[in-house]
């Protein structure tokens, strides 16, 4: 127990998440410090590209088979969290039930700046995974908020008695067509099908790491300035907040050991698939979901997510599942 | 050469952007002009600028020419049955002087 838990606290004193709990803090005590918008999407943008293009250059030179079992994998989980939040949040006192479905959709969804944070915390640990492992993001990702808004429609329409038929396709589209998974997928693309290595090398690897530190600021001051609107809505959903990142990181290391017993699927990357099931979207779910389900309150899912959600899953669910790998590796 | 038209200012939330501006050209206007927009109303704090990062909390307005009351009042309408229940969003007008000489 001792020996995990200076592994766990290893893994607290890294730069990520230094970083993270500066960026609380100065939000937190009203400083002015204000990193603009578009540095904010740029950044976004420079770490999802170089992840994608990682996993399209592992890609290029796996089996395309391995990916298989993970994905469906992913696909189930980003479903099934949907519907464990539908169920018990949505079934506490006080709570509506489209509030509790968006929530669960956008912690069914996945964070880029999480996923950007675990890999370099995988690569420091020296916890081998599949490269390749971050591109089940929108496999997630996607399912998530499609079921979010398909169980808030049917949920609305048999409340109100109207049956209103729910477009799965232009949910799926926005996915796709929102800044985080294009530039995710085309970097997998770029990664896949040309030869990136020397601008990987020269400009988006060396990088990587200063903008994920600089990401991780600005993600700690968000999380502090949605605390205020949190504060608005019922306790439950900082409770919600606080346990379901660490219950869907559980079920998912679950679910990826199984696969790992199957078809040697790496612990690293069963690693990654309980971060990304641990993560909560910041960036593309909000205003799909804000579109999707309409008569749910904003403040209370993205309260959720962005406050409390996102720093839970970098500051303790990586620590944790890292912690575990490295246990079970017999380090 | 001028000429009084109506002019009718929508401010929304930036996730309807698209879908508010398609409705005005689907309702038969010539034109628009979209602003990002900040300030506070019965729905909390609503700002640009400081890094909100899914932009769920910013807000647009929108001003939109009519040559004549219905076409506004048809815009309006339309806005208050799909939109007012469930999102951020006022909408005001007001008679104005178009400088240029324009069919509107």
């Known amino acids: 127990m001792s020996e995990f838990l200076s592994l766990f606290l290893e893994q607290v004193q890294s730069p990520t998440l230094g970083f993270l709990i500066g960026g609380i803090v100065v939000a937190a005590l009203g400083s002015q410090l204000a990193i603009p918008d578009s540095i904010y999407k740029f950044i976004s943008f420079f770490l999802l590209m170089k992840i994608g293009l990682t996993g399209g250059i592992a890609i290029r030179n796996s089996n395309p088979s391995e990916i298989f079992l993970p994905a469906i994998a992913a696909i189930l989980l980003g479903i099934v969290i949907v519907f464990i939040s539908r169920y018990t949040l949505g079934k506490l006192p006080g709570i509506k039930v489209p509030d509790a479905v968006a929530t669960g959709g956008l912690f069914g969804a996945v964070s880029g700046s999480t996923l950007a944070a675990v890999l370099p915390q995988l690569d420091a640990a020296k916890v081998p995974y599949e490269a390749w492992t971050a591109a089940l993001y929108p496999f997630m990702d996607i399912p998530a908020l499609v079921t979010a808004i398909v169980v808030a429609s049917v949920y609305l329409s048999k409340k109100t008695g109207t049956s209103e038929k729910v477009e799965i396709w232009p949910i799926i589209k926005e996915s796709l067509q929102s800044s985080a998974v294009t530039a995710l997928l085309l970097g997998v693309a770029l990664g896949v099908l040309t030869k990136p290595e020397p601008v990987y090398e020269s400009f988006f690897n060396p990088l990587f790491r200063g903008f994920l530190a600089v990401l991780m600021i600005i993600m700690g001051m968000e999380a502090a300035q949605r605390m205020n609107e949190l504060r608005k809505v019922a306790q439950w959903f900082a409770i919600y907040a606080f346990i379901a990142p660490i219950v869907h990181g559980f079920l998912a290391f679950g679910v990826g050991l199984i696969i790992h017993k199957l078809t040697g699927f790496s612990i690293g990357g069963a690693v990654v698939l309980a971060v990304i099931a641990a993560s909560s979207s910041d960036i593309s779910g909000p205003p799909t979901l804000r579109a999707g389900i309409p008569s749910a309150n904003p403040s209370a899912y993205i309260g959720a997510s962005t406050a409390i959600g996102t720093p839970v899953a970098i500051a303790i669910c990586i620590p944790l599942f890292i912690g575990i790998a490295e246990m079970m590796l017999g380090r | ?104």
Not at chain 2, 92 to 101: F, M, N, P, S, T
């Open chain 2, 1 to 104: 050469m001028s000429q009084q038209v109506w002019k009718l200012v929508i401010v929304a939330e930036e996730v309807l952007s698209k879908k508010l501006t398609k409705l005005i050209k689907e309702a038969g206007a010539t034109g628009y002009t979209v602003n990002a927009a900040g300030g506070e109303g019965s729905r909390n704090v609503r700002s640009t600028g400081e890094p909100s990062v899914s932009h769920t909390l910013s807000n647009v307005k929108i001003e939109v020419l009519t040559g004549t009351r219905e076409l506004a009042d048809k815009i309006t309408k339309e806005i208050e049955s799909k939109y007012y229940a469930d999102y951020s969003i006022i909408t005001y007008i007001y008679q104005v002087e178009a400088l240029r000489d324009h069919k509107f």
